[in-house]
């Protein structure tokens, strides 16, 4: 994906292992180091929420062949534990988009435009501000929704 490495991807065939079906072909490729966002979107039932993470991608610190997709390793912000915390807490999916070539401000357009709740993590992050959020926005939706 030119947008998150500067090298050549390649196309690898690797097992699954999982499923029964023949080994997929996959684009593999080390991420570039820099600042990302990382985005799950969540079906709250009533609404979908986009949960955002400011990260900094960090330079990979050995070679991970056995993992055959686009690697990349990175640090949440504000730290570690408050970012998985909220990340937990904000119910935010395990599958992910990344990217290093959208801003933040994207993804709050694009919530604005589709009428999605966004959450952010970020460096300003505090898990007992971020968690009455959350409480917040489950009040607005269901209020809005009924206006």
Not at 67 to 91: E, F, Q, S
Not at 106 to 130: G, H, Q, S, W
Request: aromatic share 6%; with cysteine; charged share 25%.
């Amino acid at each position: 994906c030119p947008s998150l490495t500067t090298s050549k991807p390649s196309l690898e065939i690797h097992e699954l292992g999982i499923g029964g079906r023949d080994a997929p072909v996959r684009l593999v490729f080390d991420t570039d180091a820099g600042p990302a966002v990382v985005v799950a979107l969540s079906d709250m039932r009533d609404r979908f929420r986009l949960v955002a993470n400011v990260v900094e991608v960090v330079e990979l610190p050995h070679p991970l062949p056995k993992l055959p997709v686009a690697r990349a390793i990175w640090k949440p912000a504000p730290d570690l534990a408050t970012g998985a915390a909220a990340w937990l807490t904000a119910g935010a999916a395990h599958h992910t988009v990344m990217s290093t070539a959208l801003s933040l401000e994207v993804f709050e357009d694009f919530a604005d435009i589709a009428k999605n709740e966004l959450v952010v993590i970020d460096e300003n992050t505090k898990l007992r501000e971020f968690s009455r959020e959350l409480r917040w926005n489950q009040a607005y939706y269901r209020l809005a929704a009924g206006l």
